[in-house]
C-alpha cells in the first residue's frame, strides 16, 4: 500500500523560502507521478509541480515557474519542493499525491488532480506580506 508524508510547512514572510518534503513507502519499480498541489480555503485544488520517479522529468505551473523547484531523492524515498520567492497570496494547504504515469504525460496529470487516488495529508504554509 503506497503512503505518502508531507512535512516542512511551516509560517514564513513574503519573500522567504521554504523546503516540503514528501516521505513516500510501498511503491514499486513503476514509473510514477508525484506531485504538489496546494488549496485555498474554499477553492479547488491546484497543481504546482510534477516529477515522475524513474527518470526526473519535470513539470511546473506558470505560477511558480522559475520560483519553485521539485527534486527526488532516491535514498530517502522523498520527492521535495523547494519554493523561493514567497507570496502572500500562496498561502494554502500543500499535499502531496501519488500516481502511475502509465500512458498518460505529467503535464497532464499535474493540471488534473482528480487523476491522483492516493494523497497525503496535507501540510500548511501560510505566507505574511
Known amino acids: 500500500q503506497v503512503q505518502l508524508v508531507e512535512s516542512g510547512g511551516a509560517s514564513v514572510q513574503a519573500g522567504d523560502s521554504l523546503t516540503l518534503s514528501c516521505k513516500i513507502s510501498?511503491?514499486?519499480?513503476?514509473?510514477?507521478?508525484v506531485g504538489w498541489f496546494r488549496q485555498v480555503s474554499g477553492k479547488g485544488r491546484e497543481g504546482v509541480s510534477c516529477i515522475t520517479t524513474t527518470d526526473g522529468q519535470t513539470y511546473y505551473s506558470d505560477s511558480v515557474k522559475g520560483r519553485f523547484i521539485i527534486s527526488r531523492d532516491s535514498t530517502k524515498n522523498s520527492v521535495n519542493l523547494r519554493m523561493n520567492s514567497l507570496k502572500p497570496e500562496e498561502t494554502a494547504v500543500y499535499y502531496c499525491?501519488?500516481?502511475?504515469?502509465?500512458?498518460?504525460?505529467?503535464?497532464?496529470?499535474?493540471?488534473?488532480?482528480?487523476?491522483?487516488?492516493?494523497w497525503g495529508q496535507g501540510t500548511q504554509v501560510t505566507v505574511s506580506s
Open positions: 510501498g511503491i514499486t519499480s513503476e514509473n510514477f507521478a
Open positions: 499525491a501519488i500516481e502511475p504515469l502509465a500512458l498518460s504525460t505529467l503535464s497532464r496529470l499535474c493540471r488534473s488532480p482528480i487523476f491522483f487516488a492516493t
